[in-house]
């Protein structure tokens, strides 16, 4: 059975950093796009990073420069890293790879 496992969570002033991290189990992870979806209330989910297999990388333009997506194959493991992070960064922060999806962590960004 394939889960993803988000953390990393947790409330942050405007300007600070959080650290996301999606441990994937089954063998879903290797050779797949992993990537980080975001959900505000009252908005869609949106994008926010991909990492292919090969390490190239997509970021939102909303997020450029400020966010890094890695991958850890070894571990099964996608990460995502928020610097300078503001309040519309504020979300529900979601991983997946093709139709599996974690339960989603908060992150909340106060001004």
């Known amino acids: 059975q394939v889960q993803l496992v988000e953390s990393g969570g947790g409330l942050v002033q405007a300007g600070g950093s959080l650290r996301l991290s999606c441990a994937a189990s089954g063998s879903i992870f290797s050779g797949n796009t992993m990537n980080w979806y975001r959900q505000a209330p009252g908005k869609q989910r949106e994008l926010v990073a991909a990492?292919?297999?090969?390490?190239?990388?997509y970021y939102a333009d909303s997020v450029k420069g400020r966010f890094t997506i890695s991958r850890d194959n070894a571990k099964s493991t996608v990460y995502l890293l928020m610097n300078s992070l503001r309040p519309e960064d504020t979300a529900v922060y979601y991983c997946?790879?093709?139709?599996?999806w974690g339960q989603g962590t908060q992150v909340t960004v106060s001004s």
């Open positions: 997946n790879v093709m139709y599996v």
């Open positions: 990492v292919t297999s090969g390490d190239s990388t």
